[in-house]
Each structure stands twice: as structure tokens, then as C-alpha cells.
């Protein structure tokens, strides 16, 4: 991790600020949106004089472009505290660990690339689901997160944190990369900007296949397709993005580890062979910035059309002996969205303050199902619903130095949502609902003093629940009665915190946190969903450091621990089952050196808690990713990458819930479920720059 400066200096004045937001557009840490491609460059004072909290930053591009990442969504590992992995095929939506959540496929992490949102609300798989599959590394110019519920700008999802990846407007050079490897993969990648007009064309086309290690071949295939025009002319610019992508897959589910053991399955194997997925997504996006002695004004407006279906089986035989287990669970949808921010430097009996007003706009057109399969064919409905969710998200906040050494930041937002719901198979379940929140946000900086600042904060935010259990009243599968849940949940947070970069070339932080979580929202093994569940309380402490001794040189190192229990009481226990307890990445990387460069990445991803009492856990798991590369040229140079290099045969993830194999008990048996580390494997790839 880096936080980092714009290429002219912050200081601690709103004056600054002013010039800093003239100069780059935003001066939010992950605000929507992020326009333009900033110029930023590793500074001895780091975000010092401009952050809100300890826990916010940004990763540059050469970062990011130095990490050896099996799949898209590990970049987000720069994150300090933040683990990406997945239980299932590579098309998936990964599952993410922050700040002692199990956060499932996205359920309290809000990501977005170019402000466009990309968690998916009362998805078909699960609340929150955010596939960032779509996304080109290459293009990616940096990567800003924020922790906690401390920002008026960030909304529904945000209360672990939030993501923000920002694409390019005109690369340098064009991009060739063609790539061969072990199990199966295969990438190739051709990206290029040309001047059109007054402006950048940007084009780029990706293809990417894998069968993974698995006695399944896993038969992944994707594509990604991207056009984006741009043009800037120092006090207005603008973008319009055009985005497709598409993946099927052979689902390599989680396995029981008691079939393992007895030499049912094999521990790279699969029990139900036919399980699937497919995908894709095509967005159509805009932006605008506009600079004027009224402040800065940014918009953006974007439409997604979404297409997913999953089928699935993690509980084999338990709840129909004959056909299996087997459901799928669809999902399409029209997602449409509307942000405009506002900010603009004032001085109020002396003071200066920064103020932002911004309004976001979201509505989703949804048809979602799950069944009953068989080797994917239908056995029965459960459920097919079609759903209308609006919201409106209004917030305000401002940032006023009060004295050299101190200044606050404060804000307010509020969020209205509305959630219609036809549900086809039990009418009892269909009906409309509507629900609205105001949170509170401040934080308070001192210093800072000898190039280090202290940061108090507080806030409140919150997640929202899938539209259908705002409505339901009697349960699919059983019909019998049950109660509709909350549509907005409350969260709490509280966080103390210090940066520092009083050290030449090393830059460090460190945070005490806590976070209060009116409702959890829960993996449920045998539905394949989240479900919402009691309340909770985190506590953790998280600490980072960034370390560039020379030119060619970076050491990058966080570590996070997290207490993580149910704040209620039931005789089951009252730990939270999945969330992550200890994570720790150090990554190394060097460039520059001669015709050399290479990096080395080491995850930890601690035990975990995977019941209520605590009486099954899962272990831990190290893994090590490294790549080296070669200049052949200026323009041309290879690249051989290698991952899970110590060959663990840890787990990606772990679940504890009840199953049934062949010849079981009816009642099936309560085991650990765990999807692999994928084994050693290396890659090659051929770059070319035109």
C-alpha cells in the first residue's frame, strides 16, 4: 500500500486543498466519480494534511502492475487487510475478507471502477455480488479504498470499506501480450489509443482460458472488450465508456472433507460434475468534470445490463436421495445509475472550509429464480420473482481547519430506498416496502508534527437487504410462515489511527477500530445465498507500512487482527462463522534494475471461526506468488510468473454445514466443506509495447 500525494504538494489548509482539487478533480480518497488518470508520484508526507482517517489510500499503477495475480480480484490484495479468493469456477465473483467480515461475494465492501457501482443488490446468488472479472489490470491506473463508515459519499455496502479502481484515459504505448501456462491457460490481450479529433480513443480486447488443476477440467473461458473516448481541455473533460464481457465455466464447488479422507472424491475433485455457470455484462458509461470559480462539479451516468446463471449442488444428496441436490439460481437485470458531487472552498468568520453536496441515483430492474435441477435440467420452481429497487442517496460534508495543527471533517447523508417485488410461485411473497436512513459522519486530525498526524472517527452507515426478504412471508421451499426482514441495516463505527512518514522513504499507519453491525449477513450452505442473522461487534487493530529505500526498490507489509462475535445471546454461541481473524501479505518488488525486474508476494490468511461455538475451525493458509521478467528490448520484454510456489495444499476458503454423501445417514453429516489452493503453476508471457 501507498498513500500518496498529486504532483503538487498538500498542505494542511483548505487553500491547498482548493489548488489540489483544481488540479486533479477530487479530493475524496474513493468518491464517485474519479475521471481522469492522476499523476501521482511516492511523496515523504504521504496523504498527511488530507486524509480523513488512517485507514484510507491509494495504490499506484506500478503497484498494481507488479503484483502476480492468478485472477483479476487479487489486485484488490493491495488493499491492506483485504483477501480475495474464490470457492467456486473462475467466473464467479469472488469471495473477499475485510476487517472481520467474511464479506461473501461483495455484502459490506462497496467496489466501483470509475464510480460505476459494481455490487449488485438482491443478486440471485447473493446480497452485494460484486464480479470484477470484467476488469483489464493493464488498464487499471490506480486503485483508492476507504475503511469504515466514516465517509458521506460512500453508501449502501460500505461499512467494512470501500474500493475504487480508476481506468485509464490514453496509454503511452500500445499493448500486445500473448501468455501460455500450466493448467490449461491461456491470455491474450491487445490494447492501443489513438488521437481522435480532440480527444483519446481508447480500445482494448482481451481472451483468457483455463482448466485449473482440477480431475474436472474447469473449460473457463472469457472475454473482455472495452472503447473508451475522452477528451479534456483544462476545465471540462469527459468520458464515454462502452464495456463488454462474457464467461462460462465448469463450477469446482467446495468438497466435503470427510469424502476426501475416505478416497470419495480426490482433493482437486468435484462431486457433482455438472455443475455451471455462465455470465455477462455490457455497461455503457459516462463522466464529466467541470472546474470553475464556483468549484468543481462531477457527474457521471451509467447503465448496466447483467445475465447470470449458477448451478450448484453443496449439500449432494441431503435433501432429495433420488436426483441430488442440484439448484440454480439466475439473475438478470437492468442496473441504471446517476451521481452528481459538488465541492467548492469558502471561508466562513476566517476559517477555511471545504464543502461537497452530492446526490446518487440507483434503480435496478430485476428478474431473479432459484430451482431444483438435475445435470441442469429443471426439476421444479421454487421461486421466480421481478423486482424494482430505487434509491436516492443525499449526503453533504465539509472539512474546516480550525487551527494550524487541527481540523474536522464532518457530514451527513441520507438514503431513501423503495422495493417492489412480484413474486410468481407464492403470491403471499410479492408486495412493496420502503425504508430510509440518516447517518452521522466526523472525524477529527491533529497535527501534523514531525510529518505524523492522529485521526479520531465516527460514523454510522449501513447495507441493505435482498428486496425479497423485505416482502416474504412464507418460506419457498417449506411454506411455512415467516417473518420479512429490515430493508436497511444500521452500522457503527469508531476508529482511532496515526500516519507517519517521519522516516525518509517509509510510510506507516496503524488503527484501532470497532464496528457494531445491527444485523450479519451470513453464507447459508444449503441455500447457496446470505441470509440476514443476529447482530455483531468487531474489534481489530490494523498496521501498515510502505518502504521505497531506492529508486528500484519497494517493501510493502500490513497486517490486520480482528475479534469478530454476535452482540446478542443465544446458547449456540456467539461467534460469527467465517469471519477472518489474522491477515498478514508482505510484497516485495524491483524494477529498474538493469534489463531486470521481478516481485514476490507472501499471504497469510489466518483460522477462522466456522461455527457459532467455535468447536470447528479452519486452519491457516500461507501462500507465495513471485514472477521475474526480462527487457529484451525497449519496447519488448518477458515476463514468467509462478504461483502458490511452497505447493501448499491449504484451503481457499472453509464452510462447516451439514451434507450427505451416498450411503449416509438421512439426516447427512455436519462436516468442514473447503475449496483447494489451487497447486504450484507457472506462466509465460510476451509483451510488446507499439
Do not use: C
Request: hydrophobic fraction near 35%; glycine fraction near 10%.
Amino acid at each position: 500500500m501507498l498513500e500518496t500525494t498529486k504532483k503538487n504538494e498538500f498542505t494542511a489548509s483548505g487553500g491547498a486543498v482548493l489548488l489540489s482539487l483544481w488540479m486533479t478533480g477530487s479530493v475524496h480518497a474513493a468518491g464517485v466519480p474519479t475521471l481522469n488518470e492522476m499523476t501521482i508520484k511516492a511523496d515523504s508526507k504521504g496523504l498527511i494534511g488530507t486524509a480523513n482517517t488512517a485507514s484510507e489510500g491509494t495504490v499506484l499503477k506500478r503497484q498494481l502492475d507488479s503484483r502476480t495475480v492468478y485472477r483479476p480480484g487479487e489486485l484488490m490484495e493491495t488493499v491492506p487487510g483485504f483477501i480475495a479468493t474464490q470457492h467456486s469456477g473462475e467466473g464467479k465473483a469472488n469471495q473477499y475478507f475485510m476487517r472481520g467480515f467474511n464479506l461473501d461475494h461483495g455484502t459490506d465492501v462497496r467496489i466501483s471502477v470509475d464510480g460505476v457501482l459494481v455490487n449488485q443488490r438482491s443478486h440471485g446468488h447473493g446480497q452485494g455480488w460484486a464480479d470484477v472479472n470484467f476488469i483489464i489490470p493493464e488498464l487499471i491506473s490506480n486503485l483508492q479504498y476507504t475503511k469504515g463508515p466514516y465517509y458521506a459519499n460512500q453508501g449502501d455496502f460500505a461499512s467494512a470499506g470501500s474500493i475504487n479502481m480508476n481506468y485509464v484515459d490514453k496509454l503511452p504505448q500500445g499493448i500486445a501480450t500473448y501468455g501460455i501456462g500450466q493448467q490449461g491457460w491461456m491470455r491474450g490481450l491487445l490494447a492501443k489509443s489513438f488521437q481522435v479529433g480532440s480527444g483519446n480513443l481508447l480500445v482494448a480486447g482481451e481472451l483468457v482460458k483455463l482448466n485449473g488443476p482440477w480431475t474436472i477440467p474447469e473449460h473457463f473461458k472469457k472475454y473482455n472488450a472495452m472503447a473508451r473516448y475522452s477528451q479534456d481541455d483544462g476545465t471540462t473533460k469527459f468520458n464515454i465508456t462502452a464495456m463488454a464481457y462474457g464467461a462460462r465455466w465448469t463450477a469446482i464447488d467446495q468438497i466435503p472433507l470427510r469424502g476426501v479422507r475416505s478416497g470419495y472424491v480426490s482433493r482437486l475433485g468435484a462431486i457433482d460434475p455438472s455443475d455451471y455457470g455462465e455470465t455477462h455484462r455490457f455497461s455503457l458509461s459516462s463522466a464529466l468534470e467541470q472546474k470553475n470559480r464556483f468549484g468543481v462539479t462531477t457527474a457521471n451516468l451509467y447503465t448496466i445490463h447483467h445475465n447470470m446463471a449458477l448451478f450448484s449442488n453443496f449439500t449432494y444428496f441431503l435433501e432429495d436421495p433420488v436426483n441430488g441436490d442440484q439448484f440454480s439460481q439466475k439473475d438478470k437485470r437492468f442496473q441504471s445509475g446517476f451521481n452528481v458531487d459538488h465541492t467548492w472552498v469558502n471561508k466562513i468568520y476566517g476559517f477555511d472550509v471545504v464543502n461537497s453536496v452530492g446526490v446518487q441515483f440507483q434503480n435496478d430492474v430485476i428478474d431473479n429464480g432459484l430451482s431444483s435441477t438435475r445435470d441442469r435440467h429443471l426439476l421444479s420452481r421454487t421461486r421466480a420473482d421481478h423486482i424494482n429497487e430505487n434509491s436516492v442517496g443525499l449526503y453533504y460534508q465539509n472539512s474546516v481547519q480550525w487551527l494550524e495543527k487541527f481540523r474536522t471533517v464532518t457530514g451527513i447523508r441520507s438514503d431513501y430506498y423503495w422495493f417492489d417485488v412480484n413474486s410468481h410461485i407464492q403470491k403471499e411473497n410479492s408486495g412493496s416496502s420502503y425504508d430510509s436512513i440518516t447517518n452521522p459522519k466526523v472525524s477529527a486530525i491533529f497535527g501534523p508534527w514531525a510529518n505524523t498526524e492522529f485521526y479520531f472517527s465516527y460514523g454510522s452507515g449501513f447495507h441493505s437487504n435482498d428486496a425479497r426478504g423485505t416482502t416474504s412471508r412464507v418460506d419457498p421451499k417449506t411454506n411455512e410462515p415467516i417473518n420479512p426482514v429490515h430493508p436497511l441495516v444500521r452500522t457503527t463505527g469508531y476508529e482511532v489511527g496515526v500516519r507517519s512518514a517521519i522516516v525518509p522513504g517509509l510510510q506507516t499507519t496503524f488503527s484501532l477500530f470497532r464496528l457494531d453491525t445491527a444485523s450479519e449477513l451470513l453464507f447459508v450452505g444449503d441455500a447457496g445465498n446470505t441470509e440476514a442473522s443476529r447482530p455483531s461487534q468487531r474489534n481489530g487493530f490494523e498496521v501498515s507500512a510502505f518502504y521505497m529505500p531506492k529508486d528500484w526498490l519497494t517493501i510493502d507489509v500490513d497486517y490486520a487482527l480482528t475479534r469478530a462475535r454476535f452482540s446478542d445471546f443465544d446458547p449456540i454461541g456467539n461467534h460469527v462463522p467465517g469471519a477472518i481473524n489474522g491477515v498478514g501479505k508482505l510484497a516485495v518488488s524491483v524494477d529498474n534494475l538493469g534489463r531486470f525486474l521481478g516481485s514476490m508476494q507472501v499471504r497469510y490468511f489466518g483460522k477462522r471461526a466456522l461455527t457459532e461455538d467455535n468447536s470447528a475451525r479452519s486452519d491457516n493458509t500461507v501462500t507465495l506468488n513471485g514472477q521475474v521478467g526480462y527487457k529484451v528490448s525497449n519496447n519488448v520484454h518477458v515476463v514468467l510468473q509462478g504461483f502458490n510456489l511452497l505447493n501448499t495444499h491449504g484451503h481457499a476458503i472453509d464452510y462447516f454445514y451439514t451434507s450427505r454423501l451416498p450411503g449416509e445417514p438421512v439426516a447427512g453429516v455436519a462436516d468442514k466443506h473447503f475449496h483447494p489452493v489451487e497447486t504450484r503453476s507457472f506462466r509465460v508471457n510476451l509483451v510488446a509495447n507499439f
